[in-house]
């Protein structure tokens, strides 16, 4: 296998792209349908527009027609490392060598930033400057409120899709991936600007030696989306604790749970059923790799969030998520006062230690609130390809109804009107699919030089670094303050957490909002990469948790079953046994 019928075209003037800071995002690999459709008609033009937006870029800037920001090669997702360092060339105070530091650390083999004559743009520096300003300033931010509202009207302005023609549930789709490009602008903005307020805090937090207090100044802020799938299953777990018919059904297989509780006429069941409809409603889109249309979400496969609820109706009383969000918001509130106080004497750093804490909070609910409202675009349009795959499964198109996303977006009509001349074609592709989950992707492309043949690429974890030692300390970043000590449970996919028991602690390779409800059975987290305003940091800190990012390969050198402790605030994770 030399290449993949997805893979990007390369580009003179930003030559480099990186699996550093992709890793959080997405499958292993994306689906052919989920990338050319999803992510080539909405989200690459989003993203570009949110960097025209912010004053980064000019639109003419970007590469190819798709103006792509991103690359995938194997099926495989990386960041433009190129055009990251003209962000940094052309945003006040960070500079190209910064970008590397902060996507790469030490890792040898990293590139070094080469200048190009129109990297320097006046024009962009001033641009980006006063967006920096606004970021640190601004209470709100109604661009992101009003498209996120407009995701969410879209969602309940769903049409019956098993009454539309199979041209009409494509037409359907194709307009969920244009409002997917429109949410996607105000949502890059967020991304970009809710990195600026926690980088001052910390700055400052360093400056006056309290560092292991910035990520304390920035716990339960509140109004963060992703967060609130956590409270609502935690109510839903309750339900289920207290009450012994729930229980029983609950101690059964979890594929027939849903089924007997419809059949229940009790009190408990009704009152069950009345919080399933609600969490389905406003968190339906939620799912692994929700990224991606081929994943199945919590909508089209309840057996997903079934089997955390079974988890964590094992987690006592006392875990709650609401208890732990508002000792959190009373210790933020406390020490705010305090490392203001110490500050008072000097009105610079008081006036931007206070703005900088005001814009975090914001900016993590609206990044938060951004990727809601690009899921639910994407989710919208999956629920039509998923209609129209059972229908192509029942013609004998297909055999699966995943399988209708091994084809593109352009194929899509030819399909339509003739499904049977891509069955072949349709079932080579995955097979070939298949074999592109067993490799592992160059971790740095370089455009000039060009991609080894698939076919070269090494197994997945042939190169997987050896366990830790007993008494070692793995070195990460500060996500969530707090310590906890427990049990390691090594957890690679959200859909399979049987083995996590209320006060182990997740290891994870990195999270989206889908392995939220876990965090609540957890009494800490650990994730292979991310920063203080990734989402398993932001969410850890609503759900009053500690949290440990960028802790290096941890899903493979903390060992399953070990006891380990983390502090959240410093970032480390001590192996005790």
Not at 475 to 483: I, L
């Amino acid at each position: 296998m030399e290449s993949w019928i997805t893979d990007s075209p390369f580009n003179e003037r930003f030559r480099y792209y990186t699996r550093g800071n992709a890793d959080e995002v997405g499958p292993d690999p994306w689906s052919p349908l989920g990338w050319t459709m999803a992510w080539e008609k909405g989200c690459c033009p989003g993203v570009a527009g949110g960097y025209v937006e912010y004053g980064v870029f000019d639109l003419e800037e970007f590469p190819h027609e798709t103006r792509s920001v991103f690359g995938l090669w194997g099926g495989y997702f990386y960041n433009c490392l190129s055009m990251t360092w003209v962000f940094g060339v052309r945003m006040p105070g960070a500079t190209p060598e910064a970008i590397n530091q902060a996507y790469f650390g030490d890792r040898p083999g990293v590139p070094e930033y080469e200048e190009h004559p129109d990297d320097i743009k006046e024009e962009a520096e001033a641009l980006v400057n006063e967006s920096m300003a606004w970021v640190m300033s601004t209470e709100d931010y109604p661009m992101m409120e009003e498209r996120s509202e407009t995701a969410r009207q879209a969602v309940k302005n769903r049409p019956d899709h098993s009454k539309s023609s199979n041209e009409e549930l494509v037409e359907y789709a194709r307009e969920m991936v244009e409002l997917l490009e429109y949410v996607w602008v105000p949502s890059c903005v967020a991304a970009l600007a809710c990195s600026l307020g926690p980088g001052a805090v910390q700055a400052i937090c360093d400056g006056i030696g309290r560092s292991e207090d910035a990520v304390k100044l920035m716990s339960a802020v509140g109004d963060v989306e992703s967060a609130g799938a956590s409270f609502r299953m935690w109510d839903l777990s309750r339900v289920i604790r207290d009450s012994e018919e729930l229980s029983g059904i609950f101690d059964g297989n979890n594929d027939e749970i849903l089924e007997k509780i419809r059949e229940s006429d009790s009190d408990d069941a009704r009152a069950f059923l009345d919080l399933w409809d609600e969490l389905i409603e406003e968190c339906g889109h939620r799912g692994p790799n929700e990224w991606d249309m081929r994943s199945h979400s919590w909508t089209t496969k309840p057996e997903l969030p079934i089997g955390m609820l079974e988890r964590l109706r094992l987690q006592e009383d006392d875990k709650s998520p609401h208890l732990a969000s508002v000792k959190s918001a009373e210790t933020r509130e406390k020490l705010t006062a305090e490392v203001l106080d110490l500050v008072k004497d000097d009105e610079e750093t008081h006036g931007t230690l206070s703005a900088a804490i005001k814009s975090a909070a914001l900016f993590f609910g609206m990044r938060e609130m951004g990727k809601n409202a690009a899921i639910r675009s994407i989710h919208e349009a999956k629920l039509a390809m998923m209609e129209l795959g059972k229908r192509m499964v029942e013609q004998g198109a297909i055999d699966d109804l995943q399988q209708l996303f091994m084809l593109t977006e352009s194929e899509l009509d030819s399909f339509v009107a003739d499904p049977m001349s891509m069955r072949d074609t349709i079932l080579e592709r995955d097979k070939d699919f298949s074999y592109l989950h067993e490799v592992e992707p160059p971790y740095i492309v370089d455009g000039k030089v060009g991609i080894p043949p698939i076919s070269e690429w090494p197994k997945r974890g042939s190169k997987k670094s050896g366990p830790a030692k007993t008494g070692e300390v793995l070195q990460g970043s500060g996500g969530a303050p707090g310590v906890a000590t427990g049990t390691a449970r090594v957890i690679l996919d959200p859909s399979d957490a049987s083995s996590l028991e209320p006060g182990d602690v997740m290891i994870a390779p990195t999270t989206d909002p889908s392995w939220t409800p876990l965090f609540m059975t957890a009494s800490a987290v650990v994730v292979n990469v991310g920063a203080v305003a990734s989402h398993a940091a932001i969410v850890s800190r609503e759900l009053g948790i500690p949290c440990a990012v960028s802790v290096v390969d941890a899903t493979d050198r903390i060992t399953d079953g070990c006891t380990i402790t983390v502090d959240g605030s410093t970032g480390t994770v001590t192996i005790e046994s």
